[in-house]
T-cell receptor, first 115, second 114 residues
Framework: AQKITQTQPGMFVQEKEAVTLDCTYD???????LFWYKQPSSGEMIFLIY??????QNATEGRYSLNFQKARKSANLVISASQLGDSAMYFC????????????FGTGTRLLVSP | GAGVSQTPSNKVTEKGKYVELRCDPI?????LYWYRQSLGQGPEFLIY????????DSGLPNDRFFAVRPEGSVSTLKIQRTERGDSAVYLC????????????FGPGTRLTVT
């Protein structure tokens, strides 16, 4: 069964600093996708970044990058140059490519960016 | 373009009543998903539609929950004989149905069963 583990309930970072949010996963499927979503206090889930299990390069999207270590089954999100608007819940999720397309989410990490 | 929309944004109902939650996906998205998010948790999968058919309903907790998507666009999640434990935010997402299958979420419906 798929499983996503986010061990950091909360993280603090100062504005303009970089921060890493941890995510480990467990799957027996050789083909899968990993996603990060941001959920501000308004409640909407915002797609940030995607990494496929066969991708050779780590994914990057603007200030977001995904540190993918396949052997360790980790997919950490790195946010560079944090901004006050980055304060939110962050969820790691996985989709197995065999079968259906549902996402399995972790419990999330609350990030607080201070001035 | 317009994102995923959900109505109502909030629904308060009494235990035992029937409720319907509506989801309007992004135009052209063939795949539609329902998730449920309890306080302090990540979203949990309920059901997935590809077109009009429910391709995976393994996440529906029991037979009080049912969802339809009759024309392959708008979907309705139906909950019969609501219980206090059904209180949660119900999220709908859609995707274009092709790689990398990223899902775009609506703002959710907050259901409170009193």
């Amino acid at each position: 069964a798929q499983k996503i583990t986010q061990t950091q309930p909360g993280m603090f970072v100062q504005e303009k600093e970089a921060v890493t949010l941890d995510c480990t996963y467990d799957t027996s499927d050789p083909s899968y996708g990993l996603f990060w979503y941001k959920q501000p206090s308004s409640g909407e889930m915002i797609f940030l970044i995607y990494q496929g299990s066969y991708d050779q390069q780590n994914a990057t999207e603007g200030r977001y990058s995904l540190n993918f270590q396949k052997a360790r089954k980790s997919a950490n999100l790195v946010i560079s140059a944090s901004q006050l608007g980055d304060s939110a819940m962050y969820f790691c999720a996985m989709r197995e490519d065999t079968g259906f397309q549902k996402l399995v989410f972790g419990t999330g990490t609350r990030l607080l960016v201070s001035p | 373009g317009a994102g995923v929309s959900q109505t109502p944004s909030n629904k308060v109902t009494e235990k035992g009543k029937y409720v319907e939650l509506r989801c309007d996906p992004i135009s052209g998205h063939t795949a539609l998903y329902w998730y449920r998010q309890s306080l302090g948790q990540g979203p949990e999968f309920l059901i997935y539609f590809q077109g009009t058919g429910a391709a995976d309903d393994s996440g529906l907790p029991n037979d009080r929950f049912f969802a339809v998507r009759p024309e392959g666009s708008v979907s309705t999640l139906k909950i019969q004989r609501t219980e206090r434990g059904d209180s949660a935010v119900y999220l709908c997402a859609s995707s274009a149905g092709g790689p990398p299958y990223e899902q775009y979420f609506g703002p959710g419906t907050r259901l409170t069963v009193t």
